[in-house]
T-cell receptor
Framework: GAGVSQTPSNKVTEKGKYVELRCDPI?????LYWYRQSLGQGPEFLIY????????DSGLPNDRFFAVRPEGSVSTLKIQRTERGDSAVYLC????????????FGPGTRLTVT | DAKTTQPTSMDCAEGRAANLPCNHS???????VYWYRQIHSQGPQYIIH???NNETNEMASLIITEDRKSSTLILPHATLRDTAVYYC????????????FGKGTLLTVNP
């Protein structure tokens, strides 16, 4: 079956611009996660959704970052006033439920801020 | 969640067993050991997890020491496609959902 998909696969934007990154989780998965991976590092947790609500957004680095999941399926990560330090691969994962369930990751969106 | 320590890199010959170690000396009783791997330019992929008993699935085996302070992931017959970064993660059971990744071990399988 279809896995987690993320669009776009690559995004280049200028400093100060607004970007949206999209995640389509596996159908039926209620839990959705966003991670960010900088070069040479492991992925770093950003936010966790259970259904439509953000159960934990403690990993969001500042208030320029925001994520939504209005219908409990597709999620959008929004970054305002992008900075060069936001350049990274943004990974989305979903799982059947939260907790111990295996997380399935998408291929990521590579964001480059020039 | 407990911190883990892994070697930065390892090499393995194709067809041989790859044994990837992980130290987690501060692990507590309700924490599981998870392994994920990340092939270049892809998202991480779940491999296996365990609490205290050894586990085996179609991908790998997980050996956890009796004191649970360390574990070894075994790929019994490594192939070139197993070249990846392997992450050992210790995670609380139940409602804990975050995966806290370190830098992992880059396993290179050589022909």
């Amino acid at each position: 079956g279809a896995g987690v998909s993320q669009t776009p696969s690559n995004k280049v934007t200028e400093k100060g611009k607004y970007v949206e990154l999209r995640c389509d989780p596996i159908s039926g998965h209620t839990a959705l996660y966003w991670y960010r991976q900088s070069l040479g590092q492991g992925p770093e947790f950003l936010i966790y959704f259970q259904g439509t609500g953000a159960a934990d957004d403690s990993g969001l680095p500042n208030d320029r970052f925001f994520a939504v999941r209005p219908e409990g399926s597709v999620s959008t990560l929004k970054i305002q006033r992008t900075e060069r330090g936001d350049s990274a691969v943004y990974l989305c994962a979903s799982s059947l439920m939260g907790g111990d369930y295996e997380q399935y990751f998408g291929p990521g969106t590579r964001l480059t801020v020039t | 969640d407990a911190k883990t320590t892994q070697p930065t890199s390892m090499d393995c010959a194709e067809g041989r067993a790859a044994n990837l170690p992980c130290n987690h000396s501060t692990i507590s009783g309700n924490e599981y050991v998870y392994w994920y791997r990340q092939i270049h330019s892809q998202g991480p992929q779940y491999i296996i997890h365990g609490l205290k008993n050894n586990e085996t699935n179609e991908m790998a085996s997980l050996i956890i020491t009796e004191d649970r302070k360390s574990s070894t992931l075994i790929l019994p017959h490594a192939t070139l496609r197993d070249t990846a970064v392997y992450y050992c993660i210790v995670r609380s059971g139940g409602s804990n959902y975050k995966l806290t990744f370190g830098k992992g071990t880059l396993l290179t399988v050589n022909p």
